[in-house]
């Protein structure tokens, strides 16, 4: 069943496309099946699954998973005996003249061990790990539920002259033959949250950026081998010469081949694994096979692997090249829309109670993974967390371009706004939020080389990506005007006009006092600040305005006093209700000056009127699930 070394050189040329240098990687050619039947004790524990699995790996699989057992398996079928690991694909059909013949496959795996940098190390599964990937019902690849690329169909045409004569498809619906086989490759994702050794969503486990190279996500900051398994089915054997086409079915009815999917349950000697994982014989070294790192060397057994059998006994037995009258279990071949059922049922085949038992834990509880806590940071002082990328933008954030910026300022900026995260981005921007958005993955400082527009000195982000403070205490507004308890927040201005509508100004130096003190001699009881510069009274809210923004949406500076708020650039009040007690319009509190948020002023020729440039960034912080609204380089005459 040996797939024949050079394809696999083939092979991780594809794979080699999508990544700009050498990675180490390591295949195991030798593997076996262990049994194909309708087992999958991820999906239905202790029952029947609903369709046939082709299973590699440790003999004590069953219907139920626990580690200590399955690490405990007296052999696997995969050669480097340490590793009792279970993996499945469905098994593959030839389907014709009504008939469903199961598929020959040779197997094999490759371990991706590409890190972010040097000393980041990849680390061994977890005890309990399982992980699922890919959709059974998928019709298409946008279905899958995983990345398109992690899927692979490859129809081997003409491998042994000319491996570039190979093909690759979206599905396994080739119009020809494959006179060498046609392989299916899937990826599973190598970054683990640290805490889950199972989620039906899969959400424990998360892809890179980049696949399987790249970065993880910050949420997903443990870095585990990323798995690639490989079956090459046996077509040309059964069927030489007979184009594929409409001739496949995988065992839950699929004939589209979107309906790959594939399963994981950790068996691995973990000391072995990290052994391996962390000497300089196997790692650093670009693509090898297991059996060049020597301490995996030392568990290879290629005839026990071939000898290997289920141990704990078998649900079924269903044969290579035995053709069946129909696919075991309630599985109508079908290419779209619902998945046809049964009438009559189907009737399973009994569980034999020597394949049940217990499951293990879903939630990991050692101390092998640590991960930095919020919790470990200290309290009023900002800490650099990193250089994060891909949404690299911050949860309920505002930004603002600074000419002068460096750490410090923005650091202050956010403390000003009560946000406990400050990242600086490309040398000149400062962006404060509440959390670190969850699609945002960990880079190499390397990423984040900007100099600080206002320190040369020290770096601020790179280019789409963030360098990332964080400080536990900085979760109160500290902006003045704010804390004024005559603030009654940021609101609207109406459809139809200013929310406040009796008397109206703009006034060059305004200040909130100022405003106050204008509306006080009004005889209004409301006075509201915008565009930095304009001051309205009125004793109610008119042209259907005042409905409450997020804060955020008021964060222009005072051109009369900088550490103060005057309301927002579009439509939105800072409004004061100066029959409440307590105002006073005293500027007191602020904690520094953010004099770059207005990065240029001018007077256009002839309108008295004032443009404003500036660049911020906002998120609803009360609308949960609201689309971020960006206002970028706004120019108003008013
Ligand atoms: C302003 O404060 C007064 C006195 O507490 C109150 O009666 C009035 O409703 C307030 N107006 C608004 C718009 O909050």
């Not at 980049?210 to 443990?222: D, F, K, R």
């Not at 690639?228 to 077509?235: C, D, F, K, P």
Request: some cysteine; hydrophobic content about 35%.
């Amino acid at each position: 069943m040996l797939v024949p070394t050079f394809l696999l050189l083939s092979v991780l040329g594809l794979l080699s496309q999508t990544s700009a240098q050498a990675v180490d990687a390591w295949h195991l050619d030798t593997m076996y099946t262990l049994i194909t039947q309708r087992l999958d004790p991820i999906i239905n524990p202790n029952g029947v699954s609903s369709h046939v699995h082709r299973i590699l790996g440790g003999s004590n699989f069953g219907a139920n998973y626990n580690y200590p057992l399955y690490d405990g398996s007296s052999c696997s079928s995969a050669a480097v005996q340490a590793d009792n690991s279970n993996y499945w694909m469905p098994q593959l059909f030839w389907r014709e003249n009504g008939k469903f013949t199961p598929l020959k496959a040779g197997t094999r795996f490759y371990y991706f061990l590409a890190r972010n940098k040097p000393n980041e190390p990849v680390k061994a599964f977890p005890p309990g790990l399982r992980i699922v990937i890919g959709n059974p019902n998928a019709k298409n690849s946008a279905s899958t539920g995983i990345p398109v690329p992690a899927q692979g169909f490859i129809c081997l045409k003409d491998h042994f002259s000319s491996p570039t004569g190979d093909r690759a498809g979206p599905d396994f619906n080739f119009a020809t033959d494959c006179p060498q086989g046609l392989t299916t490759t899937i990826k599973f994702p190598p970054c683990w949250d640290g805490k889950n050794l199972y989620k039906p969503d899969g959400s424990h486990m998360a892809y890179t950026d980049n696949l399987q190279y790249g970065s993880c996500p910050v949420s997903h900051p443990i870095r585990l081998p990323a798995i690639m398994l490989e079956y090459v089915w046996q077509t040309y054997k059964l069927r030489p010469g007979v184009a594929l086409k409409d001739h496949l079915v995988w065992a839950n009815g699929d004939t589209t081949g979107y309906g790959l999917h594939a399963d994981f349950v950790n068996g691995w000697d973990t000391d072995v694994l990290n052994a391996a994982l962390t000497s300089p014989d196997c790692v650093g070294k670009g693509e090898m096979t297991m059996t060049a790192c020597t301490v995996l060397a030392q568990h290879m057994n290629n005839a026990a692997a071939l000898a290997c059998k289920p141990s704990r006994g078998v649900l079924e037995t269903i044969e290579d090249g035995v053709a069946l009258d129909a696919l075991p279990g309630c599985n109508i071949p079908w290419s779209s829309g619902t998945k046809p059922t049964c009438s009559p049922p189907v009737t399973n085949p009994t569980l034999p109670s020597s394949l049940m038992g217990q499951d293990g834990s879903v939630t990991y509880t050692g101390s092998e993974y640590p991960i930095p806590s919020l919790a470990d940071y200290p309290a009023n002082k900002w800490s650099r967390m990193g250089c994060i990328g891909g949404q690299a933008s911050l949860l309920n954030s505002i930004q603002y371009t600074d000419s002068a910026l460096t750490p410090a300022r923005c650091q202050a900026y956010c403390w000003e706004w009560g946000m406990p995260y400050s990242g600086l981005i490309s040398g000149s921007y400062c962006q404060c939020g509440t959390g670190i958005h969850p699609g945002a993955f960990a880079w190499p400082d390397a990423h984040c080389p900007q100099k600080c527009s206002g320190a040369a000195g020290s770096t601020c982000g790179g280019n789409g990506k963030l360098e990332l403070f964080y400080n536990p205490s900085s979760t109160t507004v500290h902006h003045p005007g704010i804390a004024d308890p005559q603030y009654i927040g940021c609101r609207r201005d109406g459809t139809g006009g200013r929310v406040l509508s009796a008397s109206y100004i703009s006034y060059g130096p305004m200040t909130i006092e100022w405003c106050k003190n204008y509306c006080t001699a009004q005889k209004q009881t409301l006075a509201g600040l915008e565009f930095g510069h304009v001051c309205m009274c009125g004793n109610s809210f008119a042209n259907g305005g005042g409905v409450p923004q997020p804060q955020e949406y008021c964060a222009l500076a005072c051109e009369g006093n900088t550490k103060q708020i005057c309301g927002g650039p579009a439509a939105t009040v800072s409004i004061y209700n100066i029959s409440l007690a307590g105002g006073g319009g005293s500027s007191s509190g602020g904690t520094s000056v953010i004099t770059s948020t207005k990065s240029s002023t001018s007077a256009p020729v002839g309108s008295g009127g004032v443009t404003i440039t500036k660049t911020v960034t906002v998120t609803a912080a009360c609308t949960a699930g609201r689309k971020k609204r960006s206002l970028r380089a706004f120019d108003f005459l008013h």
